[in-house]
């Protein structure tokens, strides 16, 4: 159904007016192709070019390189290399890949990246109260259920009783639907759903919030703590195991025992390794010294993670410490603290761009751009008829599509074209949405729906609109082209005769194929450079 709406969108541009591409000065011409000023000084002004515009003899030697390149490509584009399979499915897959890139508000996107970064500077304690329905997928009707349950909660801790006291009584007595109390100690960003992340995060230690809803499900909150986030730990350890599962009294002190003259021993100035070695339980990493991998909080055992955290300096032993495992003793290896910014931007970056239940607030700068670009108007009377619709049948059922191909009002429209509600039922019945409740679903995928057409309008555009796309796009071309005659030319042969070959080759084509230079804009090029 997707493809119905793609087909009207290139009907949308088809129908627009085409505009005229802006003339520019042309720096060169290789047989009947004018090269623009604007590529010769976007290749001049590369990282990695060395080139000095307002240097006459490093443009003069410049302009050499850059009409040898096209000259190349014009003899690779005479073998027919530009038309062959692959080359045309690798350049297909690099313009949509570009394409992409931009498609994009930088800034925007920045400004969520950032956002997720700053929570990741805290580790949040809380305990919550759900109040759910076990259904797949759900009405509004039925949450109204579980919103009173959690109002009513709400109003019983506003009135005096503790949020610890409602939660348990309720969890434990309520059997008409799912509640559940929990506490969770350690809460980093991106390990719950968004709507959820975001309000626990903006609370501070005391706070109470809800009703909050994620589907069918309604929370209360309570932050317990919010404390800086003290990244990673690397430790080794030496583990005394209980001899049981359930030791005795006089079997856990003849194992402190044990552990107390390890202890002494380590700290007397024994190598912790080799001790590791020596009497370690822990078949996994007593072998080797003892040494475990890096770990955060919340994924240890909670004494273990508090005696690792408070060990300030490398090297550092701690006393043995009771688990139900035996004693533990550790010592310091290494700490990491939260990674700045600069590293880690591209691992949020991944993982907000790959998570759908973040899209909307990821994208959501760039769909504005976009929708006031194109004269975005929304039809919201048209939508409450959707809305009504999801009342009575999920919309991924046969009974909301069948009815909702019946529907031929205007939703919204972009630029001069209208999108009737039917064609959004149409896509609606194939999303990529993991929402159980139905309005939910329907909303985040009407936001995709909006989100592919205004991307596919742009798709159509970009050779015309975006300058900085032709560059680069005009950049692969040449290096792909050059890759493959070069390959063809010099590469193939042995390295003793690839300059004698090169340069007969520069003579060659040079001769073969009309070249024209515009001196005049070389001379004044540093006007050109704003």
Do not use: C
């Amino acid at each position: 159904m997707k493809k119905i709406v793609l087909l009207l969108v290139s009907v949308v541009m088809v129908s627009t007016e085409e505009a005229k591409k802006k003339e520019e000065p042309v720096i060169m011409t290789v047989s009947d192709k004018k090269i623009p000023l604007s590529e010769f000084i976007f290749m001049a002004m590369r990282d990695n070019s060395g080139v000095d515009l307002n240097d006459k003899k490093s443009v003069d030697n410049f302009v050499e390189l850059f009409k040898n390149l096209k000259l190349k490509v014009e003899d690779a584009e005479s073998l027919g290399l530009h038309k062959t399979p692959d080359f045309e499915k690798d350049l297909a897959n690099y313009k949509r890949q570009l394409g992409q890139n931009f498609l994009s508000d930088k800034a925007g996107e920045e400004a969520e990246i950032r956002a997720l970064y700053e929570r990741l500077k805290f580790v949040l304690g809380f305990k919550f109260i759900m109040f759910s329905i076990p259904m797949k997928q759900s009405l509004a009707k039925d949450t109204v259920a579980p919103y009173k349950q959690a109002v009513a909660a709400l109003q019983r801790i506003k009135e005096g009783e503790s949020f610890e006291a409602v939660g348990e009584d309720l969890a434990k007595n309520t059997k008409d639907m799912e509640v559940k109390y929990e506490t969770i100690s350690h809460l980093f960003p991106l390990q719950i759903m968004n709507v959820l992340e975001k309000v626990i995060y903006e609370m501070e230690p005391g706070d109470i919030a809800g009703p909050v809803r994620a589907g069918n499900v309604f929370h209360l909150f309570k932050l317990d703590r919010k404390i800086p986030n003290p990244g990673n730990v690397r430790v080794a350890q030496i583990l005394t195991s209980f001899p049981s599962d359930d030791p005795s009294p006089e079997e856990i002190e003849q194992t402190r025992v044990t552990a107390d003259s390890i202890y002494r021993l380590a700290m007397a100035g024994a190598d912790f390794a080799e001790l590791a070695i020596k009497y370690s339980a822990d078949s996994t990493y007593g072998p080797g010294g003892g040494l475990l991998p890096y770990f955060r909080l919340g994924q240890m055992l909670e004494p273990i993670e508090e005696a690792a955290f408070a060990l300030k300096d490398t090297g550092e032993i701690s006393q043995p410490l009771q688990t139900r495992f035996g004693f533990h003793i550790l010592q310091l290896k290494d700490r990491k603290p939260l990674a700045p910014y600069e590293e880690i931007e591209p691992q949020i970056y991944q993982s907000l761009a790959n998570d759908m239940d973040r899209h909307a607030d990821f994208y959501r700068s760039f769909d504005e751009k976009m929708k006031e670009r194109h004269n975005y108007i929304f039809y919201p009377e048209a939508y409450a008829e959707l809305e009504q619709l999801a009342e009575t049948a999920f919309p991924l059922d046969s009974n909301f599509y069948f009815q909702g191909l019946g529907l031929d009002k205007t939703l919204m429209r972009l630029d001069t074209f209208d999108f009737p509600q039917h064609l959004f039922v149409r896509y609606l019945y194939t999303p990529k949405s993991n929402k159980t409740f139905s309005l939910d679903l329907m909303q985040e995928v009407y936001d995709q729906f909006v989100r592919s057409i205004l991307r596919e309008m742009e798709m159509d555009v970009l050779e015309r609109d975006y300058a900085d796309y032709n560059l680069q796009l005009n950049e692969y071309y040449d290096g792909s082209l050059l890759f493959e005659i070069s390959n063809k030319r010099i590469w193939s042969y042995p390295e003793e005769k690839q300059e004698e070959l090169e340069a007969e080759w520069v003579t060659e084509i040079n001769k073969k194929y009309p070249v024209t230079i515009n001196r005049k804009i070389l001379k004044n090029i540093r006007k050109y450079l704003n």
